[in-house]
């Protein structure tokens, strides 16, 4: 399985609203829920008013398609993770996932995933 480097620093939040959110940047992930709304973007387009933020994320892109049917992609990609003790913050979209990894770990975690058979971009 490939996996893709985005070439960005992002930066996971907790917004109030989403009115100072730019929509027009490349990555943008929202949810929403009763209990929170949570915004990871690029961290030069972290709004100016967030409720609190971790920034100092690199993300992989899962570059093969991915069918609902698939089973455990994730799962073996953040177990191969927590075994080199590395945590993780995964973003899903219709068509793929990203896999976040803070900027300290990340190289450790190409390599992790380089060693156990996956091919890094």
Known sequence: ???????CEFNVCKVDNIEQIDF???FVFLSKTSDEISLVCEINATPSDVISSEPGWKALKITDSLDFNLVGVIARISGILA???I???VVSTYN???????NEN???GTQALSNSGYIIE
């Open 87 to 89: 945590s993780i913050f």
């Open 106 to 108: 990340f190289e450790r």
């Open 83 to 85: 075994k080199a003790g």
């Open 96 to 102: 793929t996932d990203y896999v976040l990894i803070k």
């Open 1 to 7: 399985m490939k996996l893709k480097v985005i070439d």
């Open 24 to 26: 027009s940047q490349e």
